[in-house]
């Protein structure tokens, strides 16, 4: 019998092997002290993550070229406490097919939140949201890994700096700098210097390229140009069955195509200034053959259903995103600031999706589907650093943000649902604006940080037109307008060189948005549903908000590092999309849903990690990463508990570096998601129960080997022993008697490979 943590002599055995290695363990060279990575993205300002009174992880280009993460769904490898959706194209135009897996990767969940509430921002520039209503959905995979230098993942509530979003945490891509690849020791007296990879991963069938080119024109002028490019096919799963039809497991005909570039051009005219403007583009472009859709033989049921058969489906997406941003930073020294920060950004995306359907007797049904959200976002900060003795010193951060985006959604087609008719917007087009002011200070000694701040944001929904917005007659598009404040409080204590410990309260809030505000759909009785079905928007919905408490001690020696932070969170009026409201299902009683503020829930939990040297064996250096996490949650409403929580995770690894090798060994340990776990009936009708993930185990090798001195050679081999597992971010929501469960299976055992050479 699965267990749903890891045997308790197991950790036992962790616990020995950390606290009571031999004194060799410690023996250390210079280039395996351990050096904290600098981000920006916890205080808007450039800070060792070992000072933060806070959580966060850090996965900097050369993580993610071991690694080899590819997408953002790669980025939970070996984060406890951290997930990201992703679930198998099985959509369907028409019929009763399965809905899950119109978004693609959906974006992050930290600590039991997702979706849009992580903050999700490139370069501090925030990513477009996804966007899901009525049976269409766009996800979050806006990001192309390959013009990525770092990734950081800050954990709890960042509103404070950030505003809206914020409230379970942010992530941060920052972009690749021509000084990162400039001050590189390479074998060539060339001045441009830069980077050529290739890979293949089997799951997906995936063959990439990417080149990276940068230079220095002048003395004041460097630049970067980024080239990526990628062709993958369906996720692979362990489902067997290839039926054309709708009990098919195996992956649908499916090929992807992935384009992006990066361009940065930095100007530094004297010692005080710094200009960088960036350009990027990523677009993706997908062709799914649905051969899950189609309806299975003989046909049965009423005269409509067996009308409304689909003989075949197919359908198309694409998205594409253009960034332009510019960002200026001075040296001032004036009594008001030291340091002045400018920036300036335009963000523009679309996602389109086109399907067809093949109907038995009934007209042949077409559907385009769009989403676009156009954005600016300016704004300045300052910082000032006075010391008032010999014991303390103060830093000052403190600015102003003012973001517009423009959202629109589009429906047309050919045999629309009655009522509807084509061409029609599900909300009316909206403008989101925000305007904020915010401050944080830094007290700072030997043994301590103490650190307030807070965040003034009044945000507000405009409607903009109303044009295609169905039914204008029955329902117009209305406006909202609110504020939010968000304070923060942090205190780090320094006990000694070697412990410290941190404290961190921190309130979060995600505006509504477009679609929560004026969504509007109405559905007449169609083959499998006999109902007269309404949702109705509802302009008076709040603001989410969050509480947020977060302790935490770090342990830094030479053998052991090690991070514990347990942590506790409140979260009221969380919006709940499609609540039902009643109605018989009657033309003149329709079942009516509308999404509204009713929940309030708690989640608490604690994420234990760090590494072990275990010294050198036979010439060559041993270390032994470790991460466990846990979470816990409920509905305080109806003390349901929430399905949005991932079960525990615990990973233990090897590492063995010796000359031009290094071998790495993971094993993941994936608790189950106990059925006493699950509110079904929150997602599922009919007293079905959603599917409970049994736990898991998975044992992942992979090695690198330094060919040449600029050319290394990355392989992984992931799944070795064939685990038959499930991931539950990406089965919510999926029957216990689903026929098709294995439909949502992990890959079974598969290679990847990447060659990487510097010049």
Same mark, same amino acid.
């Given at each position: ?15 020995? @092997? ?33 000072? $933060? ?27 406890? *406490? ?26 992050? %969940? ?7 509430? #992580? ?32 990734? &950081? ?7 404070? !700096? ?13 972009? !690749? ?24 991963? &089997? ?9 990276? $080119?940068?230079?220095?024109? /002048? ?17 692979? %799963? ?31 005219? /004297? ?16 062709? #799914? ?62 996602? @389109? ?47 102003? &943000? ?34 904020? +002011? ?20 009044? =945000? ?52 509504? *948005?477009? *679609? ?18 309404? +949702?109705?928007?509802?302009?008076? $919905? ?19 590092? @090690?991070?514990?932070?347990? =942590? ?12 039902? !409201? ?23 939990? =604690? ?6 040297? $275990? ?10 990463? =470790? ?17 949005? +929580? ?10 063995? /570096? ?61 799944? !070795? ?18 026929? #098709? ?19």
């Amino acid at each position: 019998m699965k267990k749903n943590s890891p045997h308790p002599e197991i950790l036992l055995a962790i616990a020995c @092997l950390i606290y009571a290695a031999p004194s060799t363990a410690f023996a250390q060279t210079g280039k395996d002290i351990h050096l904290p990575d600098v981000i920006i993205s916890a205080t808007r300002s450039e800070q060792y993550t070992d000072d $933060l009174p806070l959580t966060v992880d850090v996965l900097n280009r050369q993580t993610i070229e071991r690694q080899q993460i590819l997408d953002i769904r790669d980025t939970q490898q070996n984060q406890t *406490n951290l997930s990201v959706r992703h679930a198998p194209a099985r959509f369907a135009l028409t019929g009763p097919a399965n809905n899950t897996g119109r978004e693609g990767n959906t974006g992050f %969940n930290i600590r039991g939140m997702g979706s849009n509430r #992580v903050l999700m921002l490139e370069d501090g520039i925030r990513i477009p949201h996804s966007y899901v209503y009525a049976g269409n959905a766009f996800g979050r995979d806006y990001v192309s890994l390959d013009m990525i230098e770092r990734i &950081e993942i800050v954990r709890g509530p960042a509103s404070a !700096l950030y505003g809206s979003d914020g409230m379970g945490g942010l992530v941060n891509f920052v972009t !690749l700098s021509p000084e990162s690849f400039l001050k590189r020791k390479v074998d060539s007296t060339s001045p441009v210097r830069g980077q050529v990879s290739i890979g293949w991963s &089997e799951d997906s069938q995936r063959k990439s390229i990417g080149t990276t $080119l940068a230079g220095q024109s /002048s003395s004041e002028l460097s630049w970067l140009i980024n080239l990526a490019s990628a062709n993958s096919q369906g996720l692979k %799963n362990r489902g067997t069955n290839d039926a054309a039809n709708l009990d098919r497991t195996t992956p649908n005909p499916q090929f992807n195509q992935d384009r992006s570039v990066l361009g940065k051009f930095v100007w530094t005219p /004297s010692a005080d200034q710094k200009h960088t403007l960036t350009l990027a583009h990523v677009d993706r472009e997908s062709d #799914v053959h649905l051969l899950s859709s189609v309806s299975k033989l003989p046909y049965t049921g009423s005269a409509s259903q067996i009308n409304n058969a689909v003989l075949d489906e197919a359908a198309q997406a694409s998205m594409n995103r253009n960034r332009v941003t510019l960002t200026s930073q001075f040296a001032v020294k004036h009594e008001w600031a030291d340091k002045l920060n400018v920036y300036a950004g335009i963000h523009n995306a679309s996602s @389109l999706q086109h399907g067809t359907s093949d109907l038995y007797k009934s007209a042949d049904r077409v559907r385009d589907v769009s989403y676009t959200e156009a954005s600016a976002q300016v704004g300045i900060q300052a910082e000032k650093i006075v010391h008032h003795s010999t014991d303390w010193t103060q830093k000052y951060i403190y600015g102003m &943000e003012s973001s517009n985006s423009n959202i629109s959604n589009f429906y047309t087609g050919v045999s629309p649902l009655p009522p509807e008719v084509f061409p029609l917007k599900r909300f009316p087009d909206t403008r989101e604006t925000t305007r904020s +002011i915010y401050a944080q200070t830094e007290w700072l000694s030997d043994q301590w940080s103490i650190t307030p701040g807070v965040r003034l944001d009044h =945000f507000a929904l405009n409607v903009t037109s109303q044009d295609l917005f169905y039914p204008p007659a029955k329902q117009a598009g209305q406006s909202l307008a609110d504020s939010a404040v968000s304070p923060k409080l942090g205190v780090k204590w320094n006990a000694n060189a070697q412990w410290s410990a941190f404290a961190q309260y921190a309130e979060g809030f995600k505006a509504p *948005n477009a *679609n929560q505000v004026n969504g509007y759909f109405e559905l007449s009785p169609v083959p499998g549903n006999p109902n007269y079905v309404t +949702i109705v928007a509802n302009p008076q $919905l709040k603001a989410e908000r969050s509480k947020n408490l977060e302790l935490g001690m770090r342990y830094r020696t030479p053998g052991l590092m @090690l991070d514990a932070a347990i =942590f506790s969170g409140e979260f009221n009026q969380l919006i709940q999309d499609l609540k039902a !409201l009643g109605g018989t299902g009657l033309i003149n009683d329709p079942l009516r849903f509308q999404t509204v503020n009713i929940d309030h829930a708690r989640i608490s939990g =604690f994420e234990v990690k760090g590494m072990r040297d $275990l010294g050198l064996i036979e010439g060559g250096r041993l270390k032994m990463p =470790f991460a466990y996490g846990q979470a816990k949650g409920h509905n305080t409403s109806n003390q349901l508990p929430l399905n949005s +929580i991932d079960p525990s995770h615990f990973m233990l690894g090897l590492n063995y /570096s010796k000359n031009d090798w290094d071998f790495k060994l993971d094993m993941h340990h994936f608790a189950a998601k106990r059925s006493q776990d699950i509110d079904s009936a929150s997602l599922l009708k009919n007293g079905v129960a959603q599917f409970s993930v049994p736990s898991s185990n998975t044992l992942n090798a992979s090695a690198q080997w330094q060919l040449q001195k600029q050319t290394r050679l990355t392989a992984a081999v992931y799944n !070795l022993t064939q685990e038959k597992y499930w991931k539950w971010s990406d089965v919510q929501g999926v029957a216990a008697n689903s026929t #098709v469960l294995d439909a949502f299976t992990q890959p079974g055992r598969f290679v990847r490979f990447t060659l990487t050479t510097d010049f």
